[in-house]
């Protein structure tokens, strides 16, 4: 088992609408957990951290749950810039940094 | 500023040839990172600098060798590479150590080994 999962997509959406993904853990002393976006041949860039209580950042929203070892992302009112491949990450002091396979998002018009 | 910079943004060599990879960051930051990022695959991290000093390798080939010079930059130093080294490289750095912090990422450079 991956110690970080992400469902591979694609997620095809229409502009406007909500999508949300999840990443599932398997390491519970994993302490922090990141979002990133990555467009096609570019860099990942920062998108948000994710906080225990849960954090949002205008269109987005991520959520921890320790119980059940999953973070997630809500996007909102989807614009056609949002589409991109979505990384999570989640950081341990034992097995450090790991990042999930991405979420591919397609926005359609 | 939360730039980090990376020079070359593409890089052809040979599999004798030694060459290398320079990242700058000018954010203070104190830890600073290598990864190797294959097509369609998300980033694998090679090599992580804390306060100048080399902390996690995660078993990368003798072939690569990581330098930092000073707290802004980092190098990594290519020599007898395979062309399944052919991958974008990508350095970042975060404020702490370890990764327990956000990491911005440089554009890469984009390896071609021939």
């Known amino acids: 088992r991956k110690e970080v999962e992400q469902d591979p997509g694609p997620f095809n959406v229409p502009e406007g609408a909500t999508v949300a993904f999840n990443c599932t853990y398997s390491n519970s002393a994993s302490q922090s957990f990141f979002w990133y976006r990555q467009d096609c041949r570019k860099e990942p860039k920062l998108l948000m951290s994710v906080y225990s209580s849960g954090n949002e950042d205008g269109r987005f929203t991520a959520q921890l749950n320790r119980a059940s070892q999953y973070i997630s992302l809500l996007i909102r009112d989807s614009k056609l810039s949002d589409s991109a491949t979505y990384l999570c990450?989640?950081?341990?002091?034992?097995?450090?940094?790991?990042f999930g396979s991405g979420t591919r998002l397609s926005i359609r018009p | 500023d939360t730039e980090v910079t990376q020079t070359p943004k593409h890089l052809v060599m040979g599999m004798t040839n030694k060459k290398s990879l320079k990242c700058e960051q000018h954010m203070g930051h104190r830890a600073m990172y290598w990864y190797k990022q294959k097509a369609k695959k998300p980033p694998e991290l090679m090599f992580v600098?804390?306060?100048?000093?080399?902390?996690i390798n995660e078993s990368v080939p003798s072939r690569f060798s990581p330098e930092c010079p000073n707290s802004s930059l980092l190098n990594l130093h290519l020599h007898a590479l395979q062309p399944e080294d052919s991958a974008l490289y990508l350095c970042?750095?975060?404020?702490?150590?370890?990764?327990?912090?956000?990491?911005?990422f440089g554009p890469g450079t984009r390896l071609t080994v021939t």
């Open positions: 600098y804390s306060y100048e000093k080399l902390s």
């Open positions: 990450v989640a950081y341990s002091s034992a097995s450090k940094i790991i």
């Open positions: 970042a750095s975060s404020q702490s150590s370890g990764g327990a912090d956000e990491q911005y």
